[in-house]
């Protein structure tokens, strides 16, 4: 299967900050997903995005799939930001998913 | 909205007994799957489905069988519980090659 790497795996921010997640993938994928887990456990979608940037809010994403690698941006952070940040890429129907980042937001 | 359930958020069961987990969605996708989540090792998938009565093994189907009888739901079935399957049971939806859905999870914990 597909290799998927976070960086980093954990991470403090200061309320007001900003931040840049990291997601390397092994080989080409045919789709590229960021979820946010919140404390509860459920996995919140935030960008299904193949390729190019999308921006919602202070979130933006940004896929390079010629050379696999995906970029999720957080600014201006909020302690509602903090959990842990999820890619996930699909191949063959398959999802295959990275160990994650896990982000703490102090006020 | 897109949404997909699980039939229970908690549950204790004891070893060697059967379990069903049960996942329902609401928005005639195709495909469905299911993942165990584990500290420090991601989501790991389990089976996943195609279609009615189709299933495809994922990374981890050891100790697990699936049932698809209806379009909208996707059963998990540990045939005799063990310890090592303590552990948080996460369902998602998705269309065709697009984007998936997940369900609020369920934590099992096998004594």
């Known amino acids: 299967g597909i290799q998927v790497e976070q960086s980093p795996p954990d991470l403090i921010l200061q309320e007001g900050a900003n931040s840049t997640l990291r997601c390397n993938f092994s080989?080409?994928?045919?789709?590229l997903q960021w979820f946010h887990q919140n404390p509860w456990g459920q996995l919140i979608n935030l960008f299904y995005i193949p390729s190019g940037t999308k921006q919602n809010g202070r979130l933006s994403a940004t896929t390079v799939a010629t050379e696999r690698y995906s970029l999720l941006y957080i600014s201006s952070s909020q302690t509602t930001d903090s959990g842990v940040y999820f890619c996930a890429v699909e191949s063959g129907n398959q999802f295959y998913f990275g160990t994650g980042t896990s982000l703490t937001v102090i006020p | 909205d897109v949404k997909v359930t699980q039939s229970s958020r908690y549950l204790v069961k004891r070893t060697g007994e059967k379990v069903f987990l049960e996942c329902v969605q609401d928005?005639?996708?195709?495909?469905m799957f299911w993942y165990r989540q584990d500290p420090g090792l991601g989501l790991r998938l389990i089976y996943f489905s195609y279609d009615v009565k189709m299933k495809e093994k994922g990374d981890i189907p050891e100790g697990y069988s699936v049932s698809r009888e209806k379009k909208e739901r996707f059963s998990l079935i540990l045939e005799s519980a063990s310890t090592n399957q303590t552990s948080m049971y996460l369902c998602?939806?998705?269309?065709?090659?697009?984007?998936?859905?997940f369900g609020p999870g369920t934590r099992l914990t096998v004594t």
């Open positions: 080989d080409s994928v045919n789709n």
């Open positions: 998602a939806s998705s269309s065709r090659r697009y984007e998936q859905y």
């Open positions: 928005m005639d996708h195709e495909n």
